[in-house]
């Protein structure tokens, strides 16, 4: 069982078109902040923790952004002053921020140019056929001794798309030297989704930190929430026994999964060799891909810089703020292997890294890999 670990889950929302008076705008903007101090002291996984490290400060953090939400003259001065309180944190999963509209609709023929490759189903997209969602993975095959894999997503909704993808394709990986694998704008989701990947980087064990989730109500009924919905049943496997738990521990931390050994029966001849390009739009489950496939032989982590930083604490919730205008990002759940390692706001550093003006970095990952050749 891979550990569950969930992209944020957005609340959708209309974002508001009038125009507040000042004093409404204020008003709105303390019951905001009342509901925000209130939901993170309860239920964010890191709380405790950091406050105790520095309660003087959040006291009186606390105190200047109350000052700054009652003199809040527009909606964007309120969300400025909330998102200083949640900056206290260093915690990017934890966030704040203002209800957009949901994105239009493209005009019927529409049609944005996008360049032939194999999709998930093993079909050709040819140029000029509308573009369906860009953070479906992808395989091409840029000449016979490399292949290029585009993760753009590793929400629980692409995991077919990723298994079928791979599963097509599976003799030609295997008969291919060289693998290079594309997550520098993947935005995480949940680490089952890249279930089918592993196997093709393995060469030894791979050791992976366990997760525990804080016991609050909110947590709890948050969870319940998930397994009323159409997430996927993996997911809700990982939950199930979790309920009951929190119900009966409030005010604990609950494992989701203990440390473990992640190991596979075989270790594949090819591909012989695989460079994971990385960016700061790898976070989240992005990470914990890059944590794993990094303690492999074959593995190479390449990047013009870190990846994002957002690896600590994660299973974050959405919750709509009283005003009906900004919403708040929660975690409710913290890595095991919290104090001693951290990747919050730094990230992880690449083994590799792409230098400026080396051109188009999956080109230099490439290189890099054929260079390396026996």
């Not at 909704?157 to 993947?186: C, E, F, G, Q």
Request: charged share 20%.
């Amino acid at each position: 069982m891979r550990s569950l670990s969930l992209a944020l889950f957005a609340v959708a929302g209309i974002a508001l078109t009038a125009s507040p008076a000042r004093g409404q705008v204020a008003s709105s903007c303390i019951a905001d902040l009342d509901s925000v101090e209130t939901i993170v002291r309860r239920d964010y996984a890191g709380y405790r923790v950091k406050e105790a490290a520095r309660s003087a400060e959040l006291g009186a953090l606390s105190d200047s952004v109350r000052a700054d939400a009652r003199s809040a003259a527009t909606d964007a001065a309120c969300t400025t002053a909330l998102q200083r309180w949640i900056r206290f944190f260093r915690d990017p999963h934890l966030q704040i921020g203002d209800v957009t509209p949901p994105p239009a609709t493209p005009a019927a023929g529409a049609a944005t140019r996008e360049s032939t490759t194999v999709s998930h189903s093993g079909s050709a997209a040819s140029a000029g056929t509308p573009s369906v969602d860009r953070r479906r993975p992808t395989l091409a095959f840029p000449n016979d001794s490399t292949a290029l894999l585009s993760l753009g997503d590793f929400g629980d909704r692409y995991k077919p798309a990723i298994d079928s993808l791979i599963a097509a394709h599976r003799v030609r990986l295997l008969a291919t030297p060289y693998l290079v694998i594309d997550v520098r704008r993947n935005g995480g989701g949940w680490t089952g989704s890249y279930e089918a990947v592993l196997p093709l980087l393995y060469t030894d064990p791979i050791e992976v930190h366990g997760m525990e989730v804080w016991a609050s109500e909110g947590n709890t009924a948050y969870l319940k929430s998930l397994l009323a919905s159409n997430r996927a049943e993996g997911i809700k496997r990982a939950i199930r026994p979790l309920v009951p738990q929190m119900e009966a521990r409030p005010g604990q931390f609950i494992t989701i999964m203990e440390n473990r050994t992640v190991r596979f029966d075989s270790v594949h001849a090819m591909p012989r060799a695989v460079a994971i390009v990385v960016g700061r739009g790898c976070v989240s489950t992005c990470e914990q891909f890059v944590l794993d496939a990094r303690q492999s032989r074959k593995v190479s982590i390449l990047g013009t810089g870190n990846t994002g930083g957002f690896v600590d604490y994660g299973n974050a919730r959405g919750v709509r703020l009283p005003s009906n205008t900004r919403d708040l990002h929660v975690p409710s759940a913290r890595s095991k292997r919290l104090p001693e390692i951290s990747y919050d706001v730094l990230g992880i550093t690449p083994g590799v890294h792409v230098p400026a003006g080396a051109g188009d970095p999956l080109e230099f990952a490439q290189r890099y890999l054929w260079a390396k050749r026996p």
